[in-house]
């Protein structure tokens, strides 16, 4: 996720990776909405960029690693709801770091 954010890694790893991410989009996409897993997206790729201040990548890296959460405050499995609080989180960031989101 760059250098600048090395201080960031949370343990363990292998629960906050990126494997992990494409594997939870993988295997929850249609449970979780297009929605859901669009803004992900968005957040993932402007994370990448080097142009995104670091500020941001916090944000981004906070609400991604809320994503990743094995156990969050509605569990994933639950019908219908189970997303409802990785989305609320999802679009917080996405609205915090808006002006860094690019059609590239």
């Known amino acids: 996720m760059g250098e600048e954010l090395e201080f960031f890694r949370i343990q ?14 993988r295997r929850f996409a249609c449970r979780a909405g297009q929605e859901l897993v669009e803004k992900a997206l968005w957040l993932y790729y402007v994370l ?3 142009t995104t201040p670091v500020w941001a990548k916090r944000v981004i890296v906070g609400a991604l690693a809320y994503f990743l959460l094995p156990i969050d405050l509605v569990t994933d499995l639950a019908p219908l709801v189970g ?3 990785d989305l609320s989180v999802l679009l917080l960031a996405v609205g915090t770091v808006a ?3 690019t059609p590239d």
């Open 12 to 25: 363990p790893r292998e629960v906050y990776s990126e494997a992990a991410f494409w594997d939870k989009l």
């Open 99 to 101: 002006a860094h989101i």
């Open 48 to 50: 990448q960029s080097p």
């Open 83 to 85: 997303f409802s609080d």
